[in-house]
């Protein structure tokens, strides 16, 4: 017998080894412990009774994990653009209008406003810090916007502007958590995966929903910010790069042409395909259709990540240079993967986080910086978006995981070295625009130094629930069964924020 | 408000009354049987279980008195209630004395006994839990009655439509015609202007000393607080709507323009007009006229052909459909969609080889709102096909071969709205004649530029001067 049929012989051996084991005894008394167990409290926990509206929430089908899927009701976006600065921008640099604040500069913060207050870094008494930016109405809405974004004040009129943000986490990874998956603790899905689940996407050669993060660094809460939780894995972000390869080891090795790639994976998939007939479990169907979507992927991504094939004027209206992982880029990559029928694109930028403790972090000298790296990107994203006719079907929202003080840091009680602003979970300002967004409006308004809310209260779970309303989702209906009750991304709050809405 | 002894000793009738419905329907039971030869043994525990259930129907009977003057409760039907209730007592006594007389009528007055049980039994239920209790939910499905939506919130009647739900929601359970609470029904004009036990609960123009919203105002613990914990609350929304109804003159006929509407009250009031879901406020581009289901068959057949094909919500039959990963596309994947066209109304063919033979397919498919072209291979000569979808209003033409002549020709499609022309063969300055040609529509050229400005390259590392 040769080396060969010696080896055959050994695994066909082992094979039906491996299959007799599934009519043990062992294996019987194993299985059937576990499963009249979950056939009870199955039945036990179904009691509890689901959702019973007219919509219901979709069915996870395991074989076409992504296939597109319909909404509750007609929606008016099809795709999301979520842009998330990490670290949280100063909104009182950049929207949140306070010549108040600016009389008071210098002077001691009131007690009254540091009572029963928890700040992340500020101790003692800490003194107020007026706007460093200059503001100015812009457009025919005459929206106040600062000077940091000359760009930005020129597209005023087709965004909304959300003043009246508030959050309860004034750190950066439970804050960012908060705002992304509607829980400051770890293990709930994200939005994206949320949104995927529920309407798939609309092209099956990419990814349903594409991570790009740039600033150096990734966001403080790290990957769980577009996990998929409890939802199937399939529905988490897939992180792409902007510089060399856009996903690790998307090339067939060297000696592997994309022939014999297409003959291992069909062997593959034959051989599921005849343990799914054993089993039926239909895990396996989705690992077959995650097969043959990496193949497909490995043509699809390379060519819409590109940025190369763009005219050279769209990458100068960007800012966008090939090769580097900027921001700018990301935002052009995000334009792309929208055209082509991505449904959610999440992009994380770093260094926003300005609290005085050095030249990069000063709200007169780093933020500004910062600025200028988004400023024209994201003036730009929305104008190409318009005129390519995306925009009324595509949501575009910008923000942070909260705001920053209106008092100056003053790190352990002294005085620091530039002007900083500390964490401020209570009022900050985002953006929205696109997808049924109503532009030229603002919504919700602080008091005269931008330290608490005094009409217009918004929260995470507002936020979410407006762009879920978008997409054609009842946030309170749209819900995922785990541990034996449904879940929604909003929790028990969220109100969609009408006043916005065209 | 003084808690009287009797009104105390009244409030434990809902405990009492199960002892007697207990005991003598189980006193009846035990009769029945002891009059079998095998069961003659509980003749004697009759006895008992008689004597017991007629101490706790007479007890019953005095509470459900003490309770009955406190008058929180519909007259005629608490009447019913009453007599019954003390029918029974008095039956129970009567049997009671017939069976220690072993005198055989007691089969009678047993009988009559146990029908006044049930009889008052739902009577008194009726009056807990409201006369259609036992029967709601297989008459009606919804609980609630359906309002509704309010189309403008400006021509709504502001009793009927605003305040009247919220009342109806949170307060009728307590004070309508079967049960009034404290004396006071909020079922109606003529009620909330009467008030209840203490008096007016609504002073006109002066909400804030009106007893109804001081008492919605109390802090949830406190004992007058209105609803009580356990029911459900008003929320801030309702509570501000009723104090500025009363505040602008209690009107009871008047619509929500005829008041003065402070600012804070105008989000609220518009927030009445989609109440009645979460859904967006704007119309998207799908007819009101219901369609019939698309065949699935037609479905399947453009599916496979890698299209997609999906309705636009699960409410709706109308059809998106999205050419974005189609190899190869052919007349013959047009004509698929011949078969669908009543349904179809979004389409989107961007950077597909559509020509302008496959345009006179899909002209065909009248009901299409949303038509995107873009980066395809239609000329003028497409035009014509254009024309013919007469519910057209989107269309993005952005990277055509497209020229002014062609875009002339939409003149004729009324419902027109956007139309995209970037990066299309339309001359610049033709674009003025196009917008005065298509007044309605909104021409978007594109080519926007974002410049380049000094502060875009500076790189600042210590503070502007």
């Not at chain 1, 809310?453 to 749209?478: M, P, R, V, Y």
């Not at chain 2, 009543?342 to 989107?348: R, T």
Request: with cysteine.
């Amino acid at each position: 017998m040769t080396q060969k049929e010696l080896n055959n012989e050994r695994l066909a051996t082992e094979a039906k080894q491996k299959e007799l084991q599934f009519f043990t005894r062992r294996h019987f008394l194993k299985e059937s412990a576990m499963g009249f167990g979950a056939l009870a409290l199955g039945s036990l926990l179904g009691s509890c009774g689901n959702n019973m509206g007219m919509a219901s929430s979709p069915v996870f089908d395991a074989a076409h994990p992504l296939a597109p899927r319909m909404p509750f009701f007609p929606a008016k976006a099809r795709s999301v653009i979520y842009l998330h600065m990490a670290g949280a921008p100063s909104q009182l640099e950049l929207f949140d209008y306070k010549p108040e604040l600016a009389k008071l500069n210098g002077q001691d913060c009131p007690p009254s406003l540091l009572e029963g207050k928890k700040f992340a870094f500020i101790r003692g008494v800490p003194k107020m810090l007026g706007p460093q930016a200059n503001f100015k109405q812009h457009g025919k809405s005459g929206l106040w916007v600062s000077d940091y974004l000359p760009h930005f004040s020129t597209i005023v009129d087709d965004v909304s502007i959300i003043k009246s943000v508030t959050t309860d986490q004034f750190n950066h990874a439970p804050a960012q958590l908060l705002m992304h998956t509607g829980s400051a603790r770890l293990g709930r899905p994200s939005i994206g995966s949320w949104v995927t689940y529920g309407l798939g996407t609309e092209n099956q050669n990419l990814p349903g929903f594409v991570v790009l993060t740039s600033g150096g660094n990734n966001p403080d809460a790290g990957k769980s910010v577009w996990g998929s939780g409890f939802l199937p894995s399939v529905y988490q972000g897939v992180q792409c790069r902007s510089e060399g390869d856009p996903v690790l080891f998307i090339n067939d090795p060297q000696g592997m042409d994309r022939d014999l790639r297409k003959a291992s994976i069909d062997a593959i998939n034959k051989v599921n395909q005849e343990q799914y007939k054993e089993f039926n479990d239909p895990e396996i169907l989705s690992r077959i259709s995650q097969y043959e979507m990496a193949y497909k992927m490995q043509i699809s991504v390379p060519e819409v990540m590109n940025i190369n094939d763009e005219p050279e004027y769209i990458r100068e209206m960007y800012g966008a240079q090939p090769g580097k992982g900027s921001f700018a880029n990301n935002v052009l990559l995000a334009r792309k993967l929208v055209e082509k029928g991505v449904r959610f694109v999440q992009l994380f930028d770093w260094g926003w986080d300005t609290h005085g403790t050095s030249a990069d972090g000063a709200v007169d000298i780093g933020l500004i910086n910062k600025c200028r790296q988004v400023d024209k990107a994201m003036t730009a994203l929305i104008l190409d978006l318009k005129q390519r006719g995306l925009l009324d079907e595509t949501l575009v929202i910008w923000g942070g995981e909260f705001g920053r003080t209106p008092m100056q840091e003053n790190r352990d009680g002294k005085e620091m070295p530039f002007k900083g602003r500390d964490h401020h979970a209570e009022a900050f300002s985002m953006w929205m625009a696109g997808g049924g967004i109503k532009g030229g409006t603002t919504y919700g308004e602080t008091d005269e130094i931008g330290y608490s809310i005094t009409s217009g209260k918004t929260e995470a779970f507002d936020i979410q629930a407006t762009i879920l309303n978008q997409l054609g989702f009842d946030h309170e209906k749209f819900t995922y069964d785990f541990q034996g009750r449904p879940f929604r991304l909003t929790d028990v709050s969220g109100k969609v924020i009408t006043d916005i809405l065209a | 408000m003084v808690l009287t002894v009797s009104e105390f000793l009244g409030r434990f009738h809902p405990v009492l009354v199960h002892l007697p419905i207990g005991i003598l329907l189980m006193a009846a039971v035990f009769y029945v049987l002891s009059l079998r030869e095998q069961y003659k043994a509980l003749h004697q525990a009759t006895t008992v279980a008689l004597l017991l259930g007629m101490l706790s129907a007479i007890g019953s009977s005095i509470s459900g008195y003490l309770l009955s003057i406190s008058g929180d409760y519909e007259a005629d039907m608490v009447s019913t209630h009453k007599w019954m209730g003390f029918a029974v007592a008095a039956v129970a006594v009567v049997s009671y004395f017939l069976h220690t007389k072993k005198n055989n009528a007691v089969k009678w007055t047993i009988g009559l006994m146990t029908l006044l049980i049930f009889i008052t039994g739902h009577t008194g239920g009726s009056l807990t839990h409201g006369s259609d209790y036992l029967t709601k939910s297989i008459t009606t499905p919804a609980a609630k009655t359906e309002r509704k939506p309010i189309a403008n919130v400006q021509e709504a009647v502001v009793y009927k439509d605003v305040v009247q739900p919220i009342l109806e929601e949170k307060c009728y359970s307590c004070h309508n015609a079967a049960k009034q609470k404290g004396k006071l029904r909020l079922d109606g004009p003529e009620w909330i202007s009467k008030g209840g036990k203490q008096g007016e609960v609504v002073i006109s123009r002066n909400a804030d000393e009106s007893e109804l919203i001081k008492r919605l105002l109390l802090p949830k613990q406190h004992e007058d607080h209105m609803p009580p914990k356990e029911k459900p609350q008003l929320n801030e929304k309702e509570i501000a709507l009723l104090h500025w109804w009363i505040n602008s003159g209690l009107s009871f006929d008047k619509k929500v323009k005829d008041l003065a509407q402070p600012e804070k009250i105008k989000p609220l009031l518009l927030s009445l007009q989609s109440a009645v879901s979460n859904e967006i406020k704007t119309k998207p581009q799908i007819p009101d006229a219901a369609v019939e289901q698309a065949d699935a068959a037609a479905i399947k057949k453009l599916t496979d052909r890698g299209v997609v094909v999906l309705p636009v919500a699960q409410n709706s039959n109308y059809l998106l459909v999205n050419f974005v990963t189609v190899q190869g596309l052919s007349e013959g994947d047009i004509k698929l969609l011949l078969s669908v066209k009543k349904q179809l109304v979004w389409v989107k063919f961007a950077n597909q080889p559509v020509n302008d033979a496959m345009l006179a397919i899909l002209a065909e498919c009248k009901a299409i709102t949303r038509l995107d072209i873009s980066y395809t291979k239609i000329t003028d000569k497409g035009f014509v096909h254009l024309q013919q979808l007469p519910k057209l209003q989107t269309l993005n033409l952005v990277g055509t071969a497209v020229t002014t002549n062609g875009l002339m020709q939409l003149k004729n499609n009324q419902n027109l709205q956007a139309v995209y022309i970037y990066q299309s063969a339309v001359p610049k300055k033709d674009y003025a004649a196009l917008k005065t040609a298509l007044p309605k529509t909104t021409i978007d050229t594109g080519g926007y530029t974002v410049p380049m400005l000094q502060s875009d390259t500076t790189v600042f590392t210590k503070p502007k001067a």
